[in-house]
């Protein structure tokens, strides 16, 4: 079976004795069937807002800086960024290294840089040096680039909803138990059967556990940089 929405959703319809869609009848499906889909949606909606951090959900993003322009805009599918990624990637026309920026606060820029916002002058702008967040989901440089620098960061998204019977979820396969066990609890729901409800929620919840131990709760070493001093013992001769 096929790892997509409609397969998503016949997995429900085996479970429960249901008749499975096809790929004809799937969009046009109602009743249960509506229901089924909202419950794979459900699922998959609760794992991506249990965690911030999804290594699924990793997109490297790259955008052109424009000369002069300090304030740019997040995607909109960003659910948030790393600030501690960004870069200014090597480039050969204009002559500049990689550069990683350094993380300023915003109420820091606005203490020591906000002229820039204002400032038109050329003799302001540089290769970036600082990054910034803004509060309306932008992120601003200092100095305001003086080229069309390549800039890089990383960040986490949102998935949309799967709508057309081969959307695929960005939840990896091997935990497509997760998402059915998570369905099944509003499938469940549905019919009104609490019981069998609670037991699956349970069985979700564990699911996702045992995700976030695979993907989440690491434990980087931590490696020792103590210089060791051997200290040298003079051979004494004491006369008697």
């Known amino acids: 079976m096929a790892y997509d929405f409609l397969g998503l959703v016949n997995d429900i319809n085996r479970r429960l004795n249901e008749v499975e869609l096809t790929s004809s009848n799937f969009s046009s499906a109602a009743g249960f069937y509506s229901s089924a889909k909202d419950s794979v949606n459900a699922a998959i909606r609760f794992?991506?807002?249990?965690?911030?951090?999804?290594?699924?959900?990793?997109?490297?993003?790259?955008?052109?800086?424009?000369?002069?322009?300090?304030?740019?805009?997040?995607?909109?599918?960003?659910?948030?960024?790393?600030?501690?990624?960004?870069?200014?990637?090597?480039?050969?026309?204009?002559?500049?290294?990689?550069?990683?920026?350094?993380?300023?606060?915003?109420?820091?820029?606005?203490?020591?840089?906000?002229?820039n916002d204002y400032n038109t002058n050329d003799n302001i702008r540089g290769l970036p040096n600082y990054v910034f967040r803004t509060p309306n989901l932008e992120y601003g440089l200092v100095q305001p680039p003086d080229n069309a620098y390549e800039l890089v960061y990383e960040y986490y998204k949102l998935p949309t909803d799967l709508v057309n019977a081969t959307d695929a979820p960005t939840v990896p396969e091997q935990f497509r138990y997760v998402i059915v066990d998570g369905a099944m609890y509003h499938a469940f729901m549905f019919r009104g059967n609490t019981q069998d409800a609670s037991m699956q929620q349970q069985k979700f919840v564990d699911g996702i556990k045992n995700m976030r131990t695979l993907y989440i709760n690491r434990y980087d070493y931590l490696r020792d940089t103590r210089v060791t001093r051997i200290a040298s013992h003079s051979n004494v001769t004491r006369a008697s």
Request: proline share 4%; glycine share 2%.
């Open 47 to 115: 794992i991506n807002q249990h965690e911030f951090e999804w290594p699924f959900n990793h997109v490297e993003q790259e955008d052109t800086l424009t000369a002069g322009t300090a304030r740019y805009a997040f995607p909109t599918n960003m659910k948030t960024p790393d600030m501690d990624s960004f870069r200014i990637k090597r480039n050969s026309t204009f002559n500049n290294q990689t550069q990683k920026l350094k993380i300023i606060s915003y109420e820091e820029y606005l203490d020591n840089y906000i002229d």
